[in-house]
């Protein structure tokens, strides 16, 4: 089993920024791909960025492109995502996700644990 806690959201205006974070607690955690994913009311959960196990890899969707990074250090358990020039369309809720295994996976099917999520509201 692994635990996921996500952190670091909140309200901000058009333009601003927020980093999120994820602690991943129970297992090696330098084994495991993460993703970030997003839910806007009434939408499907998509997803935002992944990183591999190791960190040397990393994709993005391409609405974030250029405005958000993902980024881990396995010695303290954590994923972050750096979010600028954020827009209103960007106001969702956050969620990181784990997975073993050496790839990059972009589909929330690919993995298997969830954190309970951080609301991100973008104001115009």
């Known amino acids: 089993q692994v635990q996921l806690v996500e952190s670091g959201g909140g309200l901000v205006q058009a333009g601003g920024s927020l980093r999120l974070s994820c602690a991943a607690s129970?297992?090696?955690?330098?084994?495991?791909?993460m993703g970030w994913f997003r839910q806007a009311p009434g939408k499907e959960r998509e997803f935002v960025a992944a990183?591999?196990?190791?960190?040397?890899?990393?994709y993005f969707t391409d609405s974030v492109k250029g405005r958000f990074t993902i980024s881990r250090d396995n010695a303290k358990n954590t994923v972050s995502l750096q979010m600028n020039s954020l827009n209103p369309e960007d106001t969702a809720v956050y969620y990181c996700a784990a997975r073993s295994g050496t790839s990059i996976y972009i589909l929330a099917s690919d993995y298997v644990y969830w954190g309970q999520g951080t609301q991100v509201t973008v104001s115009s």
């Open positions: 129970g297992r090696t955690f330098s084994n495991y791909a």
């Open positions: 990183i591999s196990r190791g960190g040397g890899r990393t």
